[in-house]
């Protein structure tokens, strides 16, 4: 998602990602209590103390576009992943940036094709902490699985969520 006044090419980068809307990122968007009242039908609403969220991923984001772009929710509005905010900076132009939307696609492309549950990042989390591959493990699928969506969130973090990188 891009603030209202993004130059078209960071326009372009968020409209081929979609992946803050899709639920491959996150599970949860917070939405500000005076959004609440004007949310459509199926959009499940969470609400812890006067904080608001909707589970993601939003019925708004159909074929790659949010179809209330127009009127999205102020964290839609606001929210720059750690991509964007690089290509903000110069410091990743936009070929490049498309490259990495296009690798995170076919990340979680990989990830589905073994278990169509697993794009959601809600689903993978759990399925990771359930599914630990065990020392020895035969269960190829399983553990091809397990690796996958391990090596998908690393590269979310990395490129996508705006996480500290750690070095070692």
């Known amino acids: 998602m891009t603030t209202a006044a993004q130059p078209p090419?960071?326009?372009?980068?968020?409209?081929?990602?979609?992946?803050?809307c899709n639920g491959v990122l996150y599970s949860r968007t917070k939405?500000?209590?005076?959004?609440?009242?004007?949310?459509?039908a199926g959009l499940r609403v969470d609400q812890a103390g006067d904080h608001f969220r909707f589970q993601q991923p939003c019925k708004h984001h159909c074929e790659g576009?949010?179809?209330?772009?127009?009127?999205r929710f102020t964290q839609c509005r606001?929210?720059?992943?750690?991509?964007?905010?690089?290509?903000?900076?110069?410091?990743?132009?936009?070929?490049?940036?498309?490259?990495?939307?296009?690798?995170a696609k076919a990340m979680v492309a990989r990830v589905a094709a073994l278990?169509?549950?697993?794009?959601?990042?809600?689903?993978?989390?759990?399925?990771?902490e359930?599914?630990?591959?065990r020392?020895?493990?035969?269960?190829?699928p399983r553990t091809r699985l397990w690796l996958e969506s391990?090596?998908?969130?690393?590269?979310l973090d990395r490129t996508f969520r705006n996480k500290p990188v750690v070095r070692q």
Not at 11 to 19: A, K, N, P, R
Not at 135 to 140: E, F, I, N, V
Not at 150 to 155: G, N, S, T
């Open 65 to 71: 576009r949010c179809v209330i772009y127009s009127q």
């Open 9 to 20: 090419d960071a326009t372009e980068l968020c409209i081929s990602c979609g992946l803050c």
């Open 78 to 103: 606001t929210f720059q992943c750690a991509l964007l905010k690089r290509f903000d900076a110069g410091e990743v132009a936009l070929p490049e940036a498309l490259k990495a939307v296009a690798e």
């Open 150 to 155: 391990l090596a998908l969130e690393l590269f």
């Open 31 to 40: 939405i500000e209590s005076h959004e609440v009242s004007g949310l459509t």
């Open 130 to 133: 359930e599914d630990f591959p």
């Open 135 to 140: 020392p020895g493990a035969s269960d190829c």
């Open 115 to 128: 278990d169509p549950g697993s794009a959601l990042v809600v689903n993978r989390i759990a399925r990771r």
